[in-house]
């Protein structure tokens, strides 16, 4: 498709599970970045990938969070031993450029549901 | 942590009025964006205005940026029911990686 696509879009899952969700941007997109969404709250900043170097994770809250982008398209964030202040939307966006003075809009999937039970 | 700060909270307007939002940001940016978001969707780009831009217009959409006062305000004229959604601001912080930080946004209803 010509979009960023997320998947699952729901996922549920027990306290102390690992967790992976997916993200697929869009082809030939350098930059890819993690969001965090709380209800009713604005997207949060995770990590940033410009092609496979994860460039800033400074945004991860704790170790049990992981990200990775091994071949420089598709990526995975990975949440070990999730806790339920774990649940919220997880979103991945993709950019075209990967410079911080691009001036790029970032294109957004429609996310990730995470419920810890 | 979030930067910005939207302004109102929520707004409820007839279709066909104009809806003005305020976002008022605290360092310095590369670029200030604005985004919509339906009800369990992503992120939809709206318009994108530089910091040495001061206007933008884009259909019905206007952007003001005003880097002194750190502010900018989104003007969506001849509003529609479609319309209806949250919106978003976003910086983008000057030497950051092009990583945006977004306020807490507002709640748009258009009555139609």
């Known amino acids: 498709g010509a979009g960023v696509s997320q998947s699952p879009r729901y996922k549920v899952a027990k306290r102390g599970q690992d967790v992976a969700l997916r993200c697929d941007p869009i082809?030939?997109?350098?930059?890819l970045f993690w969001y965090q969404q709380a209800l009713g709250q604005g997207p949060e900043f995770l990590t940033y990938?410009?092609?496979?170097?994860?460039?800033?994770k400074s945004g991860l809250p704790s170790d049990r969070f992981f990200a990775e982008r091994p071949e420089g398209s598709v990526s995975t964030l990975k949440i070990q031993r999730t806790q339920q202040e774990d649940s919220a939307v997880y979103l991945c966006?993709?950019?075209?450029?990967?410079?911080?003075?691009?001036?790029?809009?970032?294109?957004f999937g429609d996310g990730t549901r995470l419920s810890i039970l | 942590s979030q930067q910005g700060e939207e302004d109102p909270q929520a707004l409820s307007i007839q279709e066909g009025e104009n809806a003005t939002m305020n976002c008022s940001y605290k360092?310095?940016?590369?670029?200030l964006q604005w985004y919509r978001q339906n009800s369990g969707r992503g992120l939809v780009h709206l318009i994108l205005?530089?910091?040495?831009?001061r206007e933008k217009h884009s259909g019905r959409l206007r952007v003001t940026l005003d880097t002194s006062k750190k502010s900018s305000s989104l003007l969506i004229t001849a509003s529609r029911a479609a319309d209806t959604a949250s919106y978003f601001c976003?910086?983008?912080?000057?030497?950051?990686?092009?990583?945006?930080?977004f306020g807490k946004g507002i709640t748009l209803s258009v009555r139609p």
């Open positions: 966006a993709s950019s075209l450029v990967g410079t911080s003075h691009s001036n790029q809009p970032q294109h």
């Open positions: 082809s030939g997109h350098v930059s």
């Open positions: 990938f410009q092609n496979e170097a994860q460039l800033d």
């Open positions: 360092t310095s940016i590369n670029n």
């Open positions: 205005i530089r910091s040495n831009e």
């Open positions: 976003a910086t983008a912080a000057t030497g950051a990686n092009s990583k945006l930080t």
